[in-house]
């Protein structure tokens, strides 16, 4: 009962009688016999939408680390092309990086007969790399940016108080300078998840059949345009506010480990 009480405020029973109310609406009045036609497809479409969220996060988080490692305290060399690199992923749009990977690489890889005849070929081929690659980089791009702060963020009285102790450098960075960072960084990292969810349909443009993707097809073969839009629109939410939960009971776990 305790942790139904903050669901039964006036306000939030109200939104959800409305919203109870529209779903039936939305069931009796709209037409929805073209879901069976197509569950395959959006069911392989979900699956290709979460994947490439889950795999360009992961390793733009990977590529972020050193980013904003190398723009907090790295040496001009390497904070510079940091820098650049991410002033320049910022500063363009994801449309204009998935096209000119996919167009622009795509069309200049066949023409080294050493890439055409090598065993990546096969895959070289295909739209999905390009759009893993354009999605990492973007999101690598804007979360590089997050970590140069979240590791500036991170008092230097504990990091020297390690090194007094005589603790390597590398030890410092995963057992000190890392958790902090990350922590700090957390919230943010949570809407750039919830952002790099809403870029995903975009690589539809490159022939990568996503959920949307599977929507796009439903309202050019059937003509039908509200429905798999309306559909579409309630799976990115729930998507949405199950990453919005993991991150905010991910966030309430690491203060007690770091204690």
């Not at 306000?11 to 879901?35: F, N, T």
């Not at 070289?124 to 973007?138: D, I, K």
């Not at 791009?141 to 963020?153: D, K, P, Q, T, W």
């Not at 030890?171 to 943010?188: D, G």
Request: one cysteine or more; proline letters at 7%; aromatic letters at 12%.
């Amino acid at each position: 009962m305790t942790a139904l009480r903050p669901l039964l405020v006036p306000h939030r029973i109200v939104m959800m009688l409305v919203a109870l109310g529209i779903v039936a609406w939305c069931a009796v009045s709209m037409r929805w016999d073209w879901i069976p036609r197509y569950s395959g497809l959006a069911l392989e479409g979900l699956w290709r939408t979460i994947w490439l969220l889950v795999v360009s996060s992961v390793l733009g988080m990977l590529l972020a680390i050193p980013l904003g490692l190398a723009q907090a305290v790295g040496p001009w060399y390497l904070s510079a092309p940091a820098k650049a690199f991410c002033t320049i992923i910022r500063g363009t749009p994801l449309l204009l990086q998935i096209w000119l990977l996919y167009y622009g690489l795509g069309s200049l890889f066949p023409q080294f007969p050493a890439i055409r005849n090598s065993e990546l070929w096969p895959y070289l081929r295909q739209a999905w790399p390009y759009a893993v690659l354009a999605l990492t980089l973007s999101f690598a791009g804007y979360e590089g940016e997050v970590m140069r702060g979240a590791f500036s963020g991170v008092a230097r009285g504990q990091i020297e108080a390690a090194r007094a102790f005589g603790m390597p450098r590398r030890t410092i960075f995963r057992r000190i300078w890392l958790p902090q960072a990350i922590r700090n960084a957390l919230p943010t990292l949570a809407g750039e998840t919830i952002l790099q969810l809403k870029a995903t349909p975009l690589v539809a443009t490159i022939t990568v059949i996503d959920i949307y993707a599977v929507a796009s097809r439903v309202r050019q073969d059937t003509f039908i345009v509200y429905e798999p839009l309306l559909l579409l629109a309630v799976i990115y939410m729930v998507i949405a506010g199950a990453i919005a939960l993991a991150f905010k009971r991910f966030e309430l776990r690491i203060p007690a480990r770091a204690r």
